[in-house]
């Protein structure tokens, strides 16, 4: 990040500074975790709280002739080019189109819920069947997919500070506190306390942090270990690493704000920088939590 956007984090999170401080957090320990802020943009169809118009929830599915139908449900589509600049920190293209797709309820460990698929400008498509994912027409699943939000998405600059405050150890997974931020528990109770006054929530999230409804551990680190199993597994080609440091958050979709049934359902896209990098969008991993 540049020093410009490193000072503008710094001004936004200012209520949340204060609030950890006027709660007796170190000064310094306030600063180191201030200092993981990630730049992202928040999606919504609000026209009050959001900006720009720069894609949709739902609509036609456009893809290239030659793609074969995603397996999961078409979720959105996003105009990288009408993204604010230095909306994140994601080595996103330019411009072209970003889809989402997913099913949100949870499955096997090991097996994605959804995909993302790049389509670049110029790209030739063709419009596709939105009901393709359920070729047996099942019920459940149409009313479900009927509920999925439908709309203009606006995007806003934000920041994002992590939701979550604990690292799973060998003696109990989820005990431990952050490496270098023993009172991490009490600032993401700050974060959640003050985030409507700096970044307020949408459904939809590019870049930042990874949020759901219950959060102890990453859950990119918990779609990383499920990647990592599904590619053991032969469910998704690999190679992939076990590291998280190798992976960033490409997208999340709160869904429990929009699908009824699906109540506190959290979509995370991750994928891995060089793969983001490479604009290899096929290779991006989409785990499920859903506390029904």
């Known amino acids: 990040m540049t020093s410009a956007m490193v000072s503008e984090l710094r001004n936004r999170l200012r209520p949340f500074h204060d609030e950890a401080i006027a709660r007796g957090v170190p000064a310094d320990e306030v600063e180191r975790w201030t200092a993981t802020a990630r730049p992202c943009a928040t999606l919504t169809r609000d026209a009050d709280r959001g900006g720009p118009v720069v894609g949709r929830f739902g609509g036609p599915l456009l893809l290239p002739a030659d793609l074969p139908d995603p397996a999961h449900p078409f979720v959105a589509a996003v105009d990288l080019a009408a993204l604010p600049a230095d909306t994140t920190d994601l080595p996103l293209p330019p411009h072209g189109q970003l889809l989402l797709f997913a099913f949100p309820e949870t499955a096997d460990d090991y097996e994605p819920m959804g995909s993302a698929v ?89 870049g930042g942090y990874a949020n759901e409804e219950v959060v102890h551990t990453d859950p990119v680190a918990r779609a990383v270990s499920r990647a990592v199993r599904a590619a053991e597994a032969g469910r998704w080609d690999g190679p992939v690493s076990d590291d998280a440091a190798d992976w960033v958050l490409l997208a999340d979709w709160q869904a429990g704000m929009d699908v009824q049934g699906w109540e506190s359902s959290s979509v995370h896209w991750v994928i891995q920088r060089a793969d983001l990098t490479a604009r290899r969008f096929d290779r991006t991993f989409t785990e499920v939590f859903w506390n029904p």
């Open 118 to 206: 790049y389509v670049p400008v110029g790209t030739a498509v063709v419009e596709r069947d939105r009901h393709a994912w359920n070729p047996y027409d099942f019920d459940d699943y149409e009313a479900m997919f009927h509920e999925f939000p439908q709309g203009a998405l606006r995007a806003r600059a934000d920041v994002s500070l992590p939701y979550h405050h604990a690292v799973d150890t060998r003696e109990k997974p989820g005990s431990g506190p952050l490496p270098g931020h023993p009172r991490a528990e009490e600032l993401v109770a700050v974060w959640n306390r003050t985030r409507d006054a700096v970044a307020p929530e949408g459904p939809l999230q590019i």
